[in-house]
């Protein structure tokens, strides 16, 4: 059996090898194999070997099989969902060997140690076994008007090799969380995209360095001071170009295309409809290709197709230079800082999970949710943030892969965790291998890339973060 192992590993590699680069597939590989292993130790328990064999079934099958595209991305969600299932079932067995009930939510809030780091800042740490496992959480919560959110692409200093805990003291922060989506594992970044790209909205200073793609769960810093959590999206977006401005009247809607300027991303599909006047592609803050009337362009990975009325003026220039800008709320206000993740999870504090309607669908970016095989249910590390009926802001930072202690939440049972919070509103951030918080200068949470077997692993290696919310004191 090891032998045979050894042997689907290393064909799994290969196979993965074809859609993301050796060091993506050969983690991906160390997953499944950490997975196995774990499987193999729970003893006599019938339903541990079946999910043993069902997992290295499934691999086999995806590494091999006809139309099992893409290998990369389905392999990863099938090793975590033999994962949650496996670690569910060990840790309930547990339980009721040792008579113990599980914790609730409540009871793990109500015996939190929680600590002030700040004016109106206080951060604590929930841990406990509840139904879903073990829990291990690290929350920031939020006084109203003591704090402002600052949103970053830190790129840059991932490139120079700091690391977030620098970036965030040297910046002046007195918290910080990773951020948004990016791109990552899709088997189809093509230039001018490029790997770790943002994925959705991400504002800083007032300045869009990406636009709303996707009408996905943002946290907005609003020019009021106050904070809101909303789906902005392209409609009402003001696009514009040398020779153009034009804001967007419809989004994914061919039926608009006679009397409107219309944006088709990959929510729609892969292709956009033929115009009827010029289109163009548009990149980021870049102008890839132009077409006239009657030719349909490819719909870009993490960028959009402009279609324009018959008989539209303007001149359109490929590698022209674009800028975006948001319109204001009902209330005049305007969005200073924002980033976006998704999918919503809360909505007057009510569960509200919509993948459908915030765009994760097709092959729209992150492919590890607009395709995800299992229906939430993998248990994953998370990270999401919330309002509360005062107004409040609450970060909640949720470990994950570790069998021992932290096992990881579904959408679900992060909303079910913002809820005990208090809070009334909540979206979800970026999550899994990305997920960090950072309190006064030092990492609190248990960030890793490996499925953890046992204790903190402290030696595992961590993914770097892209794109950030800082709290910086208000003033």
């Known amino acids: 059996m090891l032998d045979g192992l050894g042997a689907l590993k290393a064909q799994v590699q290969c196979a993965l090898e074809e859609e993301v680069d050796a060091a993506q597939a050969a983690m991906f590989v160390r997953r499944f194999g950490a997975v196995v292993e774990r499987l193999g130790h729970l003893g006599s328990d019938d339903v541990a ?124 922060a007195v918290a910080g969380v990773s951020g948004g989506f990016f791109l990552y594992s899709e088997p189809d970044i093509q230039a001018p995209s490029e790997r770790f790209d943002p994925v959705g909205l991400l504002v800083a200073k007032g300045e869009v360095l990406s636009p709303p793609l996707f009408r996905r769960g943002a946290i907005l810093q609003l020019s009021d001071g106050c904070w809101s959590i909303g789906t902005p999206g392209l409609s009402g977006v003001r696009l514009r170009t040398s020779e153009l401005s034009v804001v967007l009247s419809a989004v994914n809607k061919p039926g608009s295309m006679k009397e409107s300027a219309v944006a088709f991303t990959r929510a729609w599909g892969r292709q956009a409809p033929k115009g009827l006047g010029p289109s163009m592609t548009v990149v980021g803050r870049r102008v890839v290709e ?48 924002g980033i976006a993740g998704g999918p919503l999870l809360l909505l007057d504090g009510e569960t509200h999970i919509d993948m459908v309607a915030e765009d994760f669908v097709g092959s729209a970016p992150p492919q590890t949710f607009s395709g995800d095989e299992t229906g939430d249910q993998n248990l994953l590390p998370r990270l999401a943030v919330g309002l509360d009926a005062q107004g409040g802001l609450v970060l909640a930072a949720v470990d994950g892969r570790n069998f021992e202690r932290a096992l990881g939440l579904s959408l679900q049972g992060t909303a079910n965790l913002m809820r005990a919070l208090g809070c009334e509103l909540a979206s979800n951030l970026d999550g899994g291998s990305s997920k960090r918080m950072v309190v006064s200068g030092q990492v609190v949470d248990l960030p890793s890339t490996e499925v953890v077997a046992k204790g903190d692993a402290a030696d595992v290696t961590v993914r770097p973060v892209h794109t950030a919310l800082l709290l910086h004191p208000a003033g």
Do not use: C
Request: aromatic residues 6%.
């Open 49 to 172: 070997r079946v999910l043993r064999v069902a997992l290295i079934g499934r691999v086999f099958e995806l590494a091999h099989g006809e139309g099992m595209l893409p290998r990369a991305l389905r392999v990863r969600a099938a090793v975590d969902y033999f994962y949650s299932l496996g670690a569910i079932r060990h840790h309930a067995l547990l339980r009721e060997r040792e008579g113990r009930p599980a914790d609730s939510l409540d009871a793990l809030i109500a015996r939190a140690r929680w600590r002030d780091v700040a004016n109106g800042v206080r951060w604590g740490r929930l841990t406990g076994d509840t139904e879903d496992g073990p829990i291990h959480a690290n929350v920031l919560t939020i006084q109203r008007d003591v704090a402002r959110l600052a949103a970053a692409d830190l790129r840059p200093e991932v490139a120079a090799g700091r690391s977030f805990a620098e970036v965030v003291t040297d910046r002046g």
């Open 290 to 337: 132009v077409a006239p009337g009657g030719r349909a362009l490819e719909v870009p990975l993490n960028g959009v197709v402009v279609t324009f009325p018959e008989g539209f003026p303007a001149i359109l220039k490929r590698e022209d230079t674009v800028a975006w800008s948001l319109p204001v709320d009902e209330e005049g206000r305007q969005i200073l800082e």
